[in-house]
């Protein structure tokens, strides 16, 4: 029974600091692209700090780290400050996901070269490098998770933000009324349903897991 309970700890050990990386660099990209369209709102309330106790959401935090998939704090964004507010919040909220597989392209390369060494070059696995290891392939992971999450096309989402930029705009003040609705709707669907969204997510990720590995291995490949 330790042995189980240490188990399900190791990896949550893990998830908080990756969700605290993985969370905040979200959130600092919606804002400071908000910041590069002209929209100081969330540089103005202090949002665009690396602390991720500026950015933390409890409940969001905690699904982070049991459901790799979760949220932050929303970043405060004025679209009135935009040339075009439409394009610009699309745009803002493109950002973040972008930025979470990015993150993740890059976790994918130091796992990619620590197996390299290990399987194919037969450097020992020191206690350091398996850590090292299991975080960045954790990282990698939960980045991708975070990144698809997040494009779901529905409130509060960040994929919402995308579609509603991509909306004719006669649909588009129709459908921001009931924003606020659908997201709760979907929320409490979310907790419902979070086992069968995750194996969903598990589909869609797996292609983008094995490219990002695959790219990751060939250039890697080269240096070896």
């Known amino acids: 029974m330790l042995q189980s309970l240490l188990n399900s700890l190791i990896p949550m050990l893990y998830m908080i600091p990756i969700m605290l990386i993985s969370l905040t660099l979200h959130e600092c990209a919606h804002g400071l692209m908000a910041l590069k369209l002209g929209d100081t709102t969330a540089r103005d309330a202090g949002r665009l700090s690396l602390n991720p106790l500026k950015h933390l959401d409890p409940m969001g935090a905690i699904m982070m780290v049991i459901a790799r998939v979760g ?64 975080f960045c392939y954790l990282l990698f992971q939960a ?41 709760m709707v979907f929320l409490m669907i979310f ?6 969204f995750a194996a969903v997510l598990d589909i869609i990720a ?18 070896y």
Do not use: C
């Open 71 to 134: 949220w932050a704090k929303p970043v405060p964004v004025n679209p009135m400050n935009f040339k075009d507010p439409k394009n610009g919040m699309a745009l803002v909220g493109l950002a973040g996901p972008v930025t979470n597989l990015i993150v993740a392209f890059g976790a994918a390369f130091p796992v990619a070269l620590i197996e390299q060494a290990v399987n194919l070059h037969g450097m020992k696995l020191t206690s350091f490098l398996e850590i090292l290891y299991v």
């Open 143 to 183: 980045n991708i998770f975070l990144a698809l999450f997040n494009l779901i096309p529905v409130p509060p989402f960040d994929g919402s933000r995308i579609m509603f930029g991509i909306l004719p705009d006669r649909y588009y003040f129709s459908v921001m009324r009931y924003e606020r609705i659908v997201g």
């Open 191 to 196: 907790f419902i349903f979070r086992s069968q």
């Open 206 to 223: 797996s292609p983008i897991t094995k490219s990002f590995l695959f790219v990751a291995n060939w250039f890697v490949g080269l240096f």
